[in-house]
């Protein structure tokens, strides 16, 4: 597969992975998996793997970055070496910048920041395994973390892509798709009491008609809601579990 245009994504009206264009990939989420975190959440997307351990709120160091009216938000997005096929020089690049930002951005719509003023809310986030869309898994995950921390928020994060392949939208696309695809869009939405309040992440590469764009949105919505369901239950599942070992 070293030539993009003789990439066939698309065979018999399926993906190469047999998915319908809506399908999202399997998703596992596992809430509290690491005892030292105050929240912490293992989810799988596809053959995305990633952990993320939420600490908080508490206070910052160094103290100059304390801001007097509300908490701070710090996300950090790291890719193990191990992550992906051609071995990935560790620690900080452009790319993990550039997701830690737009990421952190959109979790800060959902976290109460002016509850807890002076402090610090740290979401460490670490890509295990990539297969693209691994912003998107980090988001999801993230936003269950929180919760499992007990940080207050307004509602929920979930987040998930949409990519044009031969000329064909789909959902949630894998890493052939992202790669060979001629446009993808990771979108995160904020939603509050079982429904989209707003899009807290939209990025795009590529090209996509306006008409296109539009279909766009509506597939990720749809994807989006399907995730928080899952990411309700697993929430739910962790706790329902916890409270029956309590009467035990
Ligand atoms: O992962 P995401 O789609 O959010 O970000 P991307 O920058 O569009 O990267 C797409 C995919 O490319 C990643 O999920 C990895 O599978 C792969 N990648 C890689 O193989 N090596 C890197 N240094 C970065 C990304």
Known sequence: MSNKDE?????DGKRLDGRAFD????????????KRADGSCYLEMGKNKVVV???GPREVHPRHLQDPVKAVVRYRYNM????VEERKRPGPDRRSVEISKVSREALEAIVMKELF???????FVEVLQADAGSRTACLNAASVAL?????PMKGMISSVAVAKVDGELVLDPMKEED????????????????RIESIALLQMDGRVTKDEFIKAVKMAKDGAMRIYKMQKEAIKSK?????????D
């Not at 990439?7 to 065979?11: K, N």
């Not at 399908?23 to 690491?34: N, Y």
């Not at 193990?80 to 992550?83: D, K, L, N």
């Not at 790669?179 to 079982?194: L, Q, T, V």
Request: aromatic share 14%; net charge negative.
């Open 117 to 123: 003023p002076r402090s610090g809310i740290d979401v």
């Open 179 to 194: 790669f060979y695809g001629e446009a993808d869009m990771p979108f995160a939405f904020f939603i509050r009491n079982d």
């Open 239 to 247: 706790y329902v579990v916890e409270s029956e070992e309590e009467v």
């Open 147 to 151: 919760v499992d921390a007990g940080v």
């Open 80 to 83: 193990a070496p191990f992550s």
């Open 23 to 34: 399908e999202l990939r399997p998703i596992k989420i596992k809430v509290g998996v690491l």
């Open 53 to 55: 351990a939420v600490y």
């Open 7 to 11: 990439v066939r994504l698309i065979v």
